[in-house]
């Protein structure tokens, strides 16, 4: 399947409107303001062969080591690299040739575009499945990316295990992916065309669920979803029978994580101090935390705000020396993707 995917990616597509479907393109109206200013200064050749289905930078970059899954010619790298500054570091794990030599050629340029006398960017071939030969050592990066690479994989364990032993405890991977209502069968999972389209390689969204907690991650957050088009006769014909839905995912290396939200009398007040985000932060598609106003959290909730980077940013009160049973973090509005969970806090 590797070799597949590097003929796929390396040669056969040349840009991103080479797809035959919408599975691997991200919807311009999700992207920041901000990012789409940062993407105007990056080269025209990396942009234009693009393959992703989401924006999944968080904020609160500067100065952290960010590691990037599957780069592809290093778009998000790039953008990541002006978040993080002069100071901060970015790595671009790929494994195929022609992307990572597009990425590298503008190293140097990128560099004197973005004001930085060091380089704070690289790039290393490799498979995401297998960090550890590329040298990425445990608990040493804050931040793991990736936008729809993941569904690629043909060990996703690995690559989950991967993750957070190289995430620094209170780090968090914060990724973008194609997820299937349903498991997908294995004849189809042999298409080379749908595999590489982002499709028969699609977790079923409860597997993934079971997934993160066979690999010590008790609670992940859903941040946005939204359900995928595929636009192509053909490919519908074979596949069009699974729903598919691109999502924006958060989830924290917390060793204290909860497999349901309990209630502890904790609340949270958002100080306003994130920027970007002035009146209002999404940690999730169902926690906005208004600035200023106290809401009520869940263990879970309070450990993602108190114990990681975002903790300068929220005020918590109370602790866990006193219980009151489940907490009810049930979504307001129905998601429009009946019957999945969001993790345990949903």
Not at 243 to 264: G, M, Q
Request: with cysteine.
């Amino acid at each position: 399947m590797h070799e597949q995917l590097k003929e796929y990616y390396g040669r056969v597509l040349k840009e991103s409107k080479d797809l035959k479907t919408n599975a691997c393109c991200c919807d311009p109206s999700s992207v920041p303001d901000e990012i789409k200013d940062i993407i105007g200064e990056i080269e025209p050749e990396i942009t234009r062969r693009f393959y992703g289905c989401g924006s999944p930078i968080p904020p609160l970059l500067e100065g952290c080591t960010v590691l990037d899954l599957g780069c592809g010619t290093g778009r998000d790298a790039y953008i990541v690299s002006r978040l993080v500054g002069e100071q901060g570091n970015v790595i671009g794990v790929d494994m195929t040739d022609e992307q990572l030599a597009t990425a590298r050629k503008y190293v140097e340029p990128q560099m004197k575009k973005f004001g930085y006398r060091r380089a704070n960017v690289s790039f290393e071939q490799g498979y995401i499945e297998d960090l550890k030969t590329i040298g990425i050592a445990d608990n040493s990066v804050d931040v793991v990316i990736s936008n729809c690479v993941v569904n690629l994989s043909p060990d996703k364990h690995s690559v989950f295990r991967e993750i957070f032993r190289v995430l620094k405890p209170g780090g968090e991977l914060y990724f973008s992916d194609v997820f299937a209502d349903r498991r997908i069968p294995d004849e189809l999972k042999n298409d080379a065309v749908l595999y590489g389209e982002c499709l028969s390689g699609a977790l079923y969204f409860e597997d993934f669920r079971r997934l993160l907690n066979q690999v010590g991650c008790r609670d992940f957050r859903v941040v946005s979803s939204a359900k995928i088009a595929i636009g192509d006769v053909e490919v519908d014909r074979k596949i069009g029978m699974i729903s598919f839905f691109s999502k924006t995912v958060r989830a924290f290396k917390l060793d204290n994580l909860e497999d349901i939200c309990e209630d502890y009398g904790q609340a949270a007040v958002y100080r306003g101090t994130i920027s970007g985000h002035p009146h209002f932060f999404d940690l999730d598609d169902h926690h906005r935390f208004y600035t200023k106003k106290p809401m009520l959290v869940c263990g879970n909730t309070a450990a993602m705000i108190q114990q990681t980077r975002f903790c300068e940013h929220f005020e918590v009160t109370g602790d866990r020396s006193v219980h009151f049973g489940p907490f009810d973090c049930t979504p307001e509005t129905s998601s429009s993707d009946a019957g999945e969970t969001s993790g345990s806090c949903c």
